[in-house]
């Protein structure tokens, strides 16, 4: 489990974020840019502050341009946030693969409710608590390292 200061402030964020997202419908902004911040601050003091860039950058601008093609029917702009936020504490690897899983375990869900009947195609489905479970498979997930 990869345990640095920033990953545990974005899991422990991204768990804040899924449980308001799941009762509200909405993630703050002061909780988004908090733990991206602090992610960042942390990377920083342990030499990783161009990882959480590129993170953010490569996380958030994917959420960000999803958002964008979608007119924020696909994606809300918290997503995004969270997203720059978990991009910013895992960097580019670890982000994607947070992302990643949580588009994941979010479609094998709604295909479950739609098979089941117990939604329709136009119903929304908050995607915070599929974001925070994504972020923790990313953290317990091994490393790999190409050479």
């Given at each position: ?111 479950w409710l739609l098979a089941g009947g117990h939604a329709r ?11 925070a479970a994504g972020t923790f498979v990313a953290a317990v ?7």
């Amino acid at each position: 489990m990869t345990t640095t200061p920033s990953v545990v402030v974005v899991l422990a964020g991204t768990l804040v974020a899924a449980l308001i997202d799941a009762r509200t419908g909405l993630i703050p902004d002061a909780l988004t840019r908090s733990v991206a911040l602090l992610a960042l601050g942390l990377a920083a003091a342990t030499g990783n502050a161009t990882g959480a860039f590129f993170g953010a950058l490569l996380v958030g601008g994917g959420l960000l341009a999803l958002h964008a093609a979608t007119r924020g029917r696909g994606l809300g702009l918290g997503d995004v946030k969270l997203g720059i936020a978990i991009g910013t504490g895992f960097g580019p690897v670890g982000g994607s693969l947070a992302v990643g899983t949580a588009f994941v375990l979010g479609g094998a869900y709604a295909s479950w409710l739609l098979a089941g009947g117990h939604a329709r195609r136009s119903d929304a489905l908050c995607f915070g608590p599929f974001l925070a479970a994504g972020t923790f498979v990313a953290a317990v997930a091994p490393r790999v390292t190409l050479t």
